[in-house]
């Protein structure tokens, strides 16, 4: 099946505010504080969802409480704890892209250097000691959150030519 272009597309979503990936967790409290505590992220929410309304929506029978982050640009995580038998942690492989599914996050960054340097400090698993240009003046490095989801740090030198749709608007 061969992609069409945006502008031949008869139908497309209607979002109106950033994509905010969730994390399943196990130990909510952990993430939370890596999260805004090693991340800098900012506690937005922090609430509960009944046995009987999350049972409803499809998420879990037993009820969950889901903490919402945000991060300095404005998108959103979400953290979820189900509140008995959360899922097994998945196996971390080896390489980032021997995962199955949603395999990582992105954080577009200003000084990857200062990133790498504040993670080591505060014991942050990294898959390597430095960042690894992966094309002409793009950096970019993986580390591991307190549940082995990765997340990978990229400096772009010039932002804009990256995203030029969010630079239009400003």
């Not at 009944?50 to 879990?60: D, I, M, N, W, Y």
């Amino acid at each position: 099946m061969t992609p069409k272009s945006a502008a031949q597309q008869p139908w497309g979503l209607k979002m109106t505010v950033p994509l905010e990936p969730g994390i399943v967790c196990n130990h909510i409290d952990a993430m939370l504080e890596f999260y805004t505590g090693v991340l800098g992220l900012k506690l937005v929410g922090d609430a509960k969802a009944t046995p009987e309304l999350s049972a409803r929506a499809g998420a879990t029978p037993h009820g969950y409480r889901i903490v919402r982050l945000q991060t300095p640009y404005g998108e959103r995580i979400k953290l979820v704890q189900p509140n008995q038998d959360p899922p097994p942690p998945r196996a971390v492989p080896g390489w980032v892209h021997e995962r199955h599914g949603l395999a990582y996050l992105t954080f577009v960054i200003a000084d990857i250097q200062d990133v790498l340097r504040h993670l080591k400090a505060h014991g942050v698993k990294l898959l390597g000691e430095e960042p690894i240009e992966v094309r002409p003046g793009v950096f970019a490095f993986y580390s591991l959150d307190p549940e082995g989801n990765y997340l990978e740090f990229v400096e772009y030198p010039d932002p804009s030519a990256y995203r030029p749709d969010l630079f239009q608007r400003r």
